[in-house]
């Protein structure tokens, strides 16, 4: 995979997050060597407000790296990142600061990402502190309660508490009513459910989702999971060390996968259904994904994807793949794409729509 | 001929300054010779609890323990450290969570592997040797010659998983207890980690008690399923029927609560609200009955038993059952 | 076996706040070695008040006497009395302990707490000179500072608080960089936190306390140095009592009349125990648990 090319993004003022060719390298061993970890490769994606984009693809794919450049944290090597009209790579630090407020992030960890030596209360009012806030103590009480009490949590028994009081799925709703205290117009998840059991992550996707709509936020969501990225986004970009390989509406991308790593994703999914037997699930696709993944020290030429694509052949390794259109806002950096045929062959049987499990009767 | 594994009544209690935590409460559990048992719950559930009392491995301070675990008609929970460690790796063995953790960092993966075969097996240093690098090429390692002399820290974590399965099955035990094995996996890897551990299993007509929080995981991997809550056994039923006949409030909520890659998005998930009860004082009554959806007055004045459902091997524990015309009329 | 202590302590976590506080209590033994501490700092601070002979008057009692009901602790070879002298001796080793190391914690901490923080060439520079410091003969250098600066308290003082420095900036950087790369700090930045402000309000309330624990038990080895300065006579110039020098000058007696020197080394070893019994439980009393999901 391994795309570049910006041709999937859309009208410049339409968005309010702009990434184009966003490159980040971190040098590794040392200096005098010069080895970097191409960590991020001209990459290019846009969010317009309101929509949520999941941006999904395995450990080691930058996709958290991603979303700290958009951050700035740290800044990225090269390329630009436009948000809300101001382009974010060439704001001096108290500009940037200044910036801040108006996109949050929450992370994977919800213990690490709490002090555990502050009270919840503590924590949440924390960003209007450093904002001196209007209203004063009891004006910043008044916000931590509301927004505490948005996310499900009740500020007179929890805000005296520390974090390890509470359990993971409700340290991720401190996170969560920490980042949207400042009422930011982006929100950036980065694995925000992958260390919570399924069913505190049904909990907090819901959560997402009203928080979504109560306080008007664009969502960047990054996750490892495509059915969970599926479950909230709009619109999905696919990456693979450090390149994208597919952009696509969610339900697109699920119906009709143009890129063979996204069929391997897809197929990769545990299917709560005993008749999806997972031994023959998208065989094929899977047996292709047998190798490690590349270093990103020294990805591969061409395609990045090709030293494990069941597809692959000379161009790939000659030439870089380039996101082009294959359907309607469908967007994929393949040479060789799986055209409709060779997507179900490439899926079985796997992801046809209706093998839904058991319901209740009056359901 | 007696079951591989026999769980009776197995109580696991610990001494905590705030009473005792019931953490595993009365389990019962049979598991026959090469067959796959799937234990799923939520944390705090207590799988991870009875993996670990079934394996023995739990302190002896602060813990009360009560019941049977029969392995080939012998009572583990009698036996002493010693004779356990004659029966840890060379009968049962087990693959944990975090492969990071569950690896020596400081010692070679060769010598971690060869370190069991020479004890149980008694083989020298060679054989040890060709044996262990069978081993990681049986487990999908390439390169096993060179991996031998590698440091943990060298390989990724999937590689690292199939290292714990290769020192897991170094000595053939005749029952593989994994627990959450694929949870700090990435879903391609956890897949691939999931269809070994299946494969070795059928190979070596081993057993395997497959511990996880994801209904998904075990859906097509094993041959029964047993629902924990709160230290119990709610429901246990062959996987097929589980999934389509089940009678637990519980599991039908797990179950609902995983996002299908085949819904459209923005597909509100239904969620169990709220969280496990505190396992230091229990509810009298159904445990699940405070974020029971269907929960009436008598679910939270009496416990229900575990009772056999007319569907063949099937037991739950609830009053007003999933699919029963009785609740839906009520 | 952490991994599961933790995940029992999870089991009956969802507790209330007594519970909190009964899980933290601390134990019998930091009460004990707390008591003994203030006992000897009070008995210190009010030394001058007390019914007591100067601990410089020779001949306050017969020389080298055991223990009786005018000297409780005895006298010693210039029969000057022992309680006395130990008690004023606390004043120095107490003086010069939490003195030195309160220095030591200011410089060590802020250059720990720097570098964990920023790292960097700030980081490089400043823990390459801490490796020197420590790499430094100790003994060599107060060596140095006594003879250039003169055996007085601040010279012993000045000593050792800088030969604690290195020691306690390491601990503290390590402490810091732990802390700096979670994600509550990288939270605050997102939040437009600046750099001071993080420091203050998240990364020190979670490094102060492993740090005070830490320097308590560096208040020990400070008092044990300056015994050791003091029995060198390198510390404060006699007369004046540190119980250094009181070993040392029961030294020669010790068939005769071993109390002269049991009576100081007793003193000093019940404190230094104190402390570090003192440094271990505040240490584990502060150790948050983090529970597991």
Known sequence: MAGSGTAHLRAEGDALLRVEHLVVEFPVGPARRGRVVHAVSDVSFDVLPGETLGLVGESGCGKSTTGRAIMQLPRPTAGSVRFDGEELTHLSGEVLRRVRPRMQMIFQDP????????????????????????????????????????????????????????SGGQCQRISIARALVLNPKLLICDEPVSALDVSVQAQILNLLEDMKARYGLTVLFIAHDLAVVKNVSDRIAVMYLGKLCEVAPSDELYRAPAHPYTAVLLASIPAPDPDVRPGMAGGAARAAL???????????????????????????????????????????????????????????????????????ADD | MTPLLEVVDLVTHFVTERGLARAVDGVSLTVERGRTL??????????????????????????????????????????????????????????????????????????????????????????????????????????????????????????????????????GPKLLLADEPTTALDVTVQSQILDLLQAQQRERSMAMILVTHDLGVVAGRTDEIAVMYAGKVVERAPTHTLFTEMRMPYTESLLASIPRIEQP???????????????????????????????????????????PAPTPGHHYACWYPVGDPAVRAG | ????????????????????????????????????????????????????????????????????????????????????????????????????????????????????YYRGRFETVAMGAMDVLLAFPSLVFALA?????????????????????????????????????????????????????IIVSEILPNVVPAALSFALVAVAVAIVAEGALSFLGLSVAAPTATWGSMINEGRTLLQEAPHISFVPSAAMFLTVLALNFAGDALQARFDVREGRL
């Open chain 1, 111 to 166: 213990i690490s990402s709490l002090n555990p030596r502050r009270p919840v209360g503590d924590i949440v009012a924390e960003p209007l502190r450093v904002w001196g806030s209007d209203g004063g103590d009891a004006g910043r009480e008044a916000a931590v309660r509301q927004v505490l009490d948005d996310v499900g949590l009740d500020y007179d028994s929890a805000a005296g508490r520390r974090p390890h009081e509470f």
């Open chain 3, 145 to 197: 500072l006594v003879s250039f600066l003169g055996p007085r308290l601040s010279t012993v003082i000045l000593a050792i608080g800088v030969l604690s420095v290195a020691p306690i900036a390491r601990v503290v950087r390590a402490s810091t960089l732990t802390f700096a790369q979670r994600e509550f700090v990288l939270a605050a930045r997102t939040v437009g936190a600046k750099n001071r402000r």
């Open chain 2, 265 to 307: 998005s923005h597909t509100r998930l239904r969620a169990i609200t709220g969280r496990p009860p505190d396992l230091v004082h229990p509810p009298t009554g159904c445990r699940f009955a405070a974020r029971c959806p269907y929960a009436q007055p008598r679910c939270v004045e009496e416990e229900p038993p575990l009772m």
């Open chain 2, 38 to 171: 799937g234990i799923v719950g939520e944390s705090g559930s207590g799988k991870t609890v009875l993996a670990r009392s079934i394996m023995g491995l739990l302190p002896r301070a602060g813990v009360r323990r009560g019941g049977k675990v029969l392995f080939e008609g012998q009572d583990l929970l009698g036996l002493s450290d010693r004779d356990l460690r004659d029966i840890w790796g060379a009968e049962i063995a087990m693959v944990f969570q975090d492969p990071m953790t569950s690896l020596n960092p400081v010692v070679r993966i060769g010598r971690q592997i060869t370190e069991s075969l020479r004890h149980h097996l008694q083989l020298g240093k060679a054989a040890a040797r060709a044996r262990a690098i069978d081993l990681l090429a049986s487990v999908g390692i390439p390169e096993p010659a060179r991996r031998f002399d590698q440091y943990p820290h060298e390989l990724s974590g999937g590689m690292r998983q199939r290292v714990t399965i290769a020192i897991a099955l170094a000595c």
């Open chain 3, 1 to 116: 076996m952490s991994e599961l202590l933790t995940e029992a302590a999870a089991v009956s976590a969802g507790g209330s706040a007594e519970d909190v506080a009964a899980r933290r209590k601390l134990p019998v033994l930091f009460w004990v070695s707390l008591g003994w501490l203030v006992l000897v700092a009070v008995l210190a601070v009010v030394a001058g008040v007390l019914p007591l002979p100067r601990p410089t008057e020779t001949g306050a009692g017969p020389a080298r006497m055991g223990p009786s009901a005018q000297h409780w602790l005895g006298t010693d070879s210039l029969g000057r009395d022992m309680l006395s002298r130990t008690i004023y001796g606390a004043r120095v080793s107490l003086l010069v302990g939490f003195t030195s190391i309160a220095a030591g914690l200011l410089v060590g901490g802020t250059i720990g707490v720097l570098a964990g």
């Open chain 1, 290 to 360: 047998s190798g490690e993944l590349p270093s990103p020290v020294d990805p591969p030429s061409g395609c990045r994807f090709r030293t494990r694509c069941p597809r692959a052949e000379e161009r790939c390794a000659a030439e870089e793949p380039v996101l082009r259109e294959v359907g309607d806002d469908h967007w994929v950096a393949c040479h060789f794409p799986l055209g409709h045929t060779a997507r179900l062959a490439a899926s079985g049987m796997r992801w046809d729509p209706g093998g839904v499990g058991p319901r209740r």
